[in-house]
Nanobody, 125 residues
Framework: AVQLVESGGGSVQPGGSLKLSCVAS????????MGWFRQAAGEEREGVGS???????TYADSVKGRFTISRDNARNMVYLQMNNLNPEDTATYYC???????????????????WGQGTQVTVSS
C-alpha cells in the first residue's frame, strides 16, 4: 500500500505563507486522488481540498482563493501552497490518498484509505 509523508509545516505570522509537501512511496500517477485535510486541537478533521489525476481541484470554502493544491506525478509529490494565513488555519495538516474514490466528490475523511502522519501549522503573531 502507498505510504505518505508530509513536510513543510511550521510557525508563521498572520498574512504569511507556507508550502506543504507530501511524498508518496509509490506511483500516484496511476489515478490516485490526493487530498489535504486539517485538524485543529479539539476539532474534527476537515477537508481542505483535493486534486485528481487530471489536476482538477476542489477546495473548502474557507480556503478558496488562499490555498492551492498541485501535484507532480513524476516525483510522486503533492503540494499545498497556503497564502494569507490566519490564526484559524492553525492545525495539523494531513495528506491523504485513494485509488478508487471519485475525486471531485471526495470531501470526507472516510473517502480516503491512506493517510500521512501530519505536519503542524501554527499561525500566530
Amino acid at each position: 500500500a502507498v505510504q505518505l509523508v508530509e513536510s513543510g509545516g511550521g510557525s508563521v505570522q498572520p498574512g504569511g505563507s507556507l508550502k506543504l509537501s507530501c511524498v508518496a512511496s509509490q506511483d500516484i500517477g496511476r489515478n490516485y486522488c490526493m487530498g489535504w485535510f486539517r485538524q485543529a486541537a479539539g476539532e474534527e478533521r476537515e477537508g481542505v481540498g483535493s486534486i485528481d489525476i487530471r489536476e482538477s481541484t476542489t477546495y473548502a470554502d474557507s480556503v478558496k482563493g488562499r490555498f492551492t493544491i498541485s501535484r507532480d506525478n513524476a516525483r510522486n509529490m503533492v503540494y499545498l501552497q497556503m497564502n494569507n494565513l490566519n490564526p484559524e488555519d492553525t492545525a495539523t495538516y494531513y495528506c491523504a490518498a485513494d485509488y478508487w474514490v471519485v475525486c471531485t466528490a471526495a470531501r470526507d475523511v472516510g473517502d480516503y484509505g491512506t493517510w500521512g502522519q501530519g505536519t503542524q501549522v501554527t499561525v500566530s503573531s
